[in-house]
């Protein structure tokens, strides 16, 4: 068992860099779709961007563009997990205390997935690795 466990060790960095990879692009979807109307449906683009609500597609979108190709990932990650966190606790915890009958679990998963990346950094496949010659 030990044999196995070594042999998954080696793809723990690149793992990582997918987790950041998949965790931005699923965001961007949220930016893009109150931002540009795309994918079509939910709130469509037609979300006031001077309001508090409006703030968090512009957010969403640069954020999760930045998170998709790496680059500024542990600053990016920490401003993302406060966001994601404020999202549960200003929408979400409101309605119920739990996130299950809230809708916030996303939100706090989210959290805790760009919290985990602040202090693991962004893997191999990242801007920021290739800036700094491969090193995380």
Same mark, same amino acid.
């Given at each position: %068992?030990?044999? #196995?466990?070594?042999?998954?060790?080696?793809?723990?960095? =690149?793992? !990582?860099?997918?987790? #950041?990879?998949?965790?931005?692009?699923?965001?961007?979807? =949220?930016?893009?779709?109150?931002?540009?109307?795309?994918?079509?449906?939910?709130?469509?683009?037609g979300?006031?961007?001077?309001?508090?609500?409006?703030?968090?597609?512009?957010?969403?979108?640069?954020?999760?563009?930045? %998170?998709?190709?790496? !680059?500024?990932? #542990?600053?990016?990650?920490?401003i993302?997990?406060?966001?994601?966190?404020?999202?549960?606790? %200003?929408? =979400?915890?409101?309605?119920?205390?739990?996130?299950?009958?809230n809708g916030?679990? $996303?939100?706090?998963?989210?959290?805790?997935?760009?919290?985990?990346?602040?202090?693991?950094?962004?893997?191999?496949?990242? $801007?920021?690795?290739?800036?700094?010659?491969?090193? #995380?």
């Amino acid at each position: %068992m030990a044999r #196995r466990s070594t042999s998954l060790a080696g793809w723990e960095p =690149h793992v !990582l860099s997918l987790l #950041r990879i998949v965790s931005g692009l699923l965001l961007l979807q =949220h930016g893009a779709q109150k931002i540009l109307g795309f994918p079509p449906g939910g709130q469509g683009g037609g979300i006031d961007l001077s309001t508090l609500p409006g703030w968090s597609g512009p957010i969403e979108l640069v954020g999760g563009v930045l %998170m998709v190709l790496g !680059l500024f990932s #542990r600053p990016t990650a920490f401003i993302l997990s406060g966001f994601t966190a404020v999202a549960y606790w %200003m929408v =979400h915890a409101p309605q119920s205390p739990y996130p299950i009958n809230n809708g916030g679990e $996303l939100a706090v998963l989210y959290c805790f997935v760009f919290l985990y990346l602040v202090f693991a950094g962004p893997g191999p496949w990242s $801007l920021d690795s290739a800036l700094r010659g491969g090193r #995380r």
